[in-house]
């Protein structure tokens, strides 16, 4: 059905995998289809949670640079319109009613960072690299990145991040808050499943996220 995601139904929970491997890159293409994907998911009245990840080694690279910027330079409406339904896209998936579970590996950046902080949790391996390197390309945060990333960290860290495109690995975004666990990464899809089923059998409340990851998850931070 779609050219750059996979997705399936399996128990109640629907599996959303980004599907353009090695780097899952986020063309045009997938920003119309993932907007498809969320009207017919968080629709779907059967589905009781969402568990995102990439396809392969990464989660992804983040939007494709060269194709967002090849709208028609004597059309800027419609780049407005195209980047304001993006951004409603992810908060559809950070406003849902239901629980949204990233499920993350590799390298997760820019866009792909924003739709990560729109989800409810954040589940990652040893080696993520995490960031927005948007200020690098003179551009800022399109998807509404800045908004979730100010609920978790102050100001003087989220504009740190944002300004200066600092890359994070497993073990600052834990501290931080960014993550929500860091699991081996063999294990990532097993704790993501077992985590969302957890939390099923709780009566999802969004209100008791911090009940959620200290009763299910390894949530162990540096001082």
Request: a negative charge.
């Amino acid at each position: 059905m779609f050219e750059t995601i996979d997705w399936h139904i399996e128990d109640g929970i629907g599996f959303i995998q980004l599907n353009q491997p090695p780097a899952n890159i986020m063309s045009k293409l997938f920003f119309y289809e993932i907007h498809e994907l969320a009207d017919t998911l968080l629709s779907n009245i059967s589905i009781q949670a969402l568990i995102i990840s990439g396809k392969g080694r990464h989660f992804s690279s983040g939007a494709d640079i060269n194709d967002l910027l090849s709208f028609d330079k004597d059309k800027p409406q419609q780049a407005s319109d195209f980047y304001l339904a993006n951004s409603q896209t992810f908060s559809r998936f950070y406003l849902a009613n239901i629980p949204v579970i990233a499920a993350i590996k590799g390298v997760c950046i820019g866009s792909a960072m924003e739709l990560a902080m729109a989800c409810h949790f954040r589940i990652a391996t040893e080696n993520i690299i995490m960031g927005f390197p948007e200020s690098g390309f003179n551009l800022m945060t399109g998807c509404g990145g800045s908004v979730y990333l100010s609920e978790l960290m102050n100001k003087k860290d989220t504009m740190e991040l944002l300004l200066t495109g600092k890359n994070l690995d497993a073990r600052e975004a834990l501290n931080m808050g960014i993550v929500d666990d860091v699991v081996p990464k063999s294990e990532l899809m097993e704790k993501a499943v077992s985590f969302t089923k957890n939390i099923l059998l709780h009566n999802y409340n969004r209100s008791l996220k911090d009940f959620y990851c200290k009763k299910f998850l390894r949530t162990h931070r540096d001082d």
